[in-house]
């Protein structure tokens, strides 16, 4: 049994990456305590704030304030975000139980491309004859830290989070309950307040951007790849479950 944090990443253009980090229940303290060493270091030197959500695209791309005091913030420029990035990933990929698994596709559609993710990890679940669950970067229904909602928002908070998961949970309950790997319903985890689902955003930013960097007649040459996110990404290459000559990346078909 594996479970399968997942996040996406790519355009809305010309299509779309899905990544998950993979972990036995028996090892995910072990994971979580590697991402943890990870993130006490960032915060010894940069002074990242421990709770500080690190979302990819804010780090790598200068947004957002991740530091306990706005002398630490100053200094916190590009070189600094950068070495975040590849610090915290060096630490998780020094723990040997786990795999990442990425598959990409010119399909824009995330739920068009979460069904054929999923259709992809069955057939790595039955290969490797284990079974799946999946938590996956959405909405849980929660308000922001520090902020108290009426229960009308409430309500609505909760509405969406259900509403926004529609598609995904169709996904699962569309397969074939005598023969699935993939069990139980997609369980949605803000990545605000989930730590594995922070380490595969920044996974799956950096192989994004790794696979945009080797194949810009996918992509196009417009935007220049974003070279930090992918020093980070190449620490984890030892997790890949799909070859190094592809990036990590599985293309799947539109």
């Known amino acids: 049994m594996y479970l399968a944090y997942v996040d996406d990443s790519g355009d809305s253009k010309h299509g779309t990456t899905l990544t998950a980090l993979l972990v036995e229940p028996q090892h995910w303290a072990g994971l979580l305590d590697a991402w943890l060493t990870g993130r006490r270091e960032v915060h010894q030197q940069f002074g990242v704030r421990k709770h500080a959500e690190l979302h990819a695209t804010a780090l790598y791309k ?63 679940a039955a290969a490797t004859d284990t079974r799946l669950m999946i938590f996956y970067d959405g909405q849980q229904g929660l308000p922001r830290r520090g902020v108290d909602p009426t229960p009308q928002e409430r309500a609505e908070l909760w509405d969406r989070a259900v509403r926004d998961a529609t598609p995904y949970r169709q996904v699962h309950r569309g397969l074939d309950i005598t023969s699935r790997r993939v069990v139980e319903d997609v369980i949605m985890q803000d990545s605000r307040y989930s730590q594995l689902i922070q380490a595969v955003d920044l996974i799956a930013y950096g192989a994004y951007q790794h696979h945009r960097q080797h194949h810009p007649e996918i992509w196009g040459a417009d935007v220049k790849p974003v070279a930090d996110a992918i020093r980070a990404y190449m620490t984890t290459k030892a997790h890949w479950v799909h070859a190094e000559d592809s990036g990590g990346v599985a293309w799947l078909p539109a």
Not at 77 to 84: D, E, I, Q, V, Y
Not at 110 to 124: C, G, N, R, S
């Open 62 to 124: 200068g947004r957002g304030r991740f530091c306990e005091t706005a002398e630490q913030e100053k200094r916190f420029g590009t070189g600094l975000r950068a070495a975040t990035g590849r610090i915290v990933l060096s630490h998780l990929s020094r723990f040997d139980e786990f795999h990442v698994l990425t598959v990409g596709s010119q399909v824009v559609s995330k739920p068009t491309l979460y069904a054929m993710f999923v259709a992809h990890l069955e057939d790595w």
